[in-house]
Structure formats: structure tokens, C-alpha cells
């Protein structure tokens, strides 16, 4: 489900069905969209898409080096040491065609590295201006590109506010009843995010389908044993263990951004089921994934008995 960013979405396939090289910012506060908007952006095209984390240099580095070498399926290439090497071979290796390249989060490499937007400035002169590449960048504070001598290089930029607003929760609600098929029962919740939504050892009787934003799942959470099985998306469903069982929960879920949320009653779960195949489908994998989560849990046990014996 993609409801709220239509226009921006325009503007980015817009700017994409032109010729030669592209250069856009997408930026907003936190929880936004902006990963959301290119995600989508993406689909169905040609793109490498890096987000960059608040690691080192180095690390950014050698995790965007795998992305390229990966994408072009170069098995025996040598890792890439160096920024402006990488992005001159993906300039070099597109020529006339078309390439989506997402950073996203690239703030979280300029504030570490004082000389990327520079070296990326360099790369875009020499090099991807020269290309069919349409280079997407996200951050937060666009202040940091505008500053810096990469901004001359732009070709256009998006600002994005909350995404989850009162005036497009009522339309999330209708597309995801009508999707639903038959739920008569089906309650939203609005969660904000660092919310905890459901807690590991407690009974819950419903279970919940991510309309919008994102969720953490975690064992042993608040524990110095804490351990972050995934994120969940939307589309996504959680709660169901308990659901099916009666047993209290087994893991921990928390609001990772402004979240809208279908909780779905015990007595409307076999109709969810009935009318839901793609979810159905979700949540027997969910099921697997605690099983593996178990299978993990119990040979790190049985290990411990074997080396005390």
C-alpha cells in the first residue's frame, strides 16, 4: 500500500523518463517517508540501493563496495577502497542506461567524513555527469549538501513532512478494509514510535496488521540479553502466537515510526485467514522464524549441559 506521496512519486519518474544524468535530494525530519518514497521509486527498475549507517568511514565503505560488486555480478573484482573508484565504474559500466543509485541516510556519511561530499562532488564532475545515473541522496538536515560543492550539481529536491497525517489516515483505513475483504470487527490503532505494542511474556488476544510504518521484534527486551530478530514492514503481521495459543507472547514488538495499525479480534481471525492468502502466508513464516528462534535457544542449552558434563 503507497497512499500520501503520489505527487512526490510523479516528480521522482518525471525527473527518471528524462535523459542523461539526475541528481535529486529527498529530505525531512526523521520518520518521514523518505526511504519509504525511493523504495518505491525503485521497483521494477535497475538500482542499487545503499543505506548508509552511523559506522565508520571504512565500513560504509566496504558494505557500499559489496553493493556494486553484487550488482554487476563482479566475482572476482577486489573490493573497491575508494568512493570515487566505485562511483566511476558504475558511471563507466552504465554509459547510456539508466541506473537508479540511492544513498539513503548520507547525512550519516558526511557528518563522519568531513571530505565524502567532496570526493562525491568530484565523481559527479568527472565522471556520473557524463552518465545516464540518476543519483538519489536522503537526509535529514539539508543544510549539509547545500553547504557543500555537490549542491551545484542538483537537479532537483523533495521535502517531505510527516507522512502519517490525520488527513490520509482515513483513506489507509478504507484501502486496508476494503483489502481485508469481510473483517466487520477490525479496530486501528495509532501507535507512536519507541512504543511497546506487545510484551514478551504477557497474554495478548489480538493480532495486528502494519497498515503504516515499521515495527522491531525483540527477545529478552530492557535485558542485557536483548537480541533484534527483524523489522517488520508494511503488510506485515504480528501478535499471532498468543492468538492461536492462549499463551502469553514470546517475543517483544515496538513502534519504530508513527505506526497505523489493524488489530484483528480472536473471533474475526479465520475470516482474516478465509480472505488473506498473502497474510496467511505471513504468518506461518512468522511461526518458523520463532521456531528457529527456539531451535537456536535450545542447542545453545544443550551445548551448555554437554560442557559441564
Known sequence: MFIGREKELAY???????????FVLVYGGKNTGK?????????????IYFKASRKSSLANMNEFSAKVI??????????FQFWDDALGFIALAQGNHRLILVIDDFDNLAERDPAFLQVVANSVANSLSKSSVFLALTCEKPDILKKSPLARYLTGSIKL??????????LLKSQAMTQAG???????????????????????????????????CFVNYGTDDEYLLGSLKEGKTFGEYSLLTGRPGIYTVTAYTDMLLMRIARGEFMRFIETNAG???????????????MKVNIDMMNSELHSRE
Open 12 to 22: 521522482l519518474e518525471d525527473a527518471y523518463s528524462g535523459e542523461g544524468f539526475r
Open 70 to 79: 553484487k550488482f554487476y555480478a563482479l566475482n572476482t573484482h577486489a573490493p
Open 161 to 170: 513532512g510527516k507522512f502519517l497525517t490525520d488527513s490520509n489516515i482515513a
Open 182 to 216: 469481510g473483517i466487520q470487527q477490525a479496530k486501528f490503532v495509532r501507535v507512536p514510535e519507541d512504543r511497546v505494542i506487545l510484551r514478551e511474556s504477557e497474554r495478548n488476544s489480538d493480532m495486528y496488521k502494519i497498515i503504516s510504518g515499521r515495527a522491531l
Open 35 to 47: 526511504t519509504t518514497l525511493l523504495e518505491q521509486f525503485c521497483r521494477n527498475k535497475s538500482a
Open 279 to 293: 497474510n496467511s502466508v505471513n504468518i506461518m513464516q512468522n511461526m518458523a522464524a520463532m521456531m528457529n528462534v
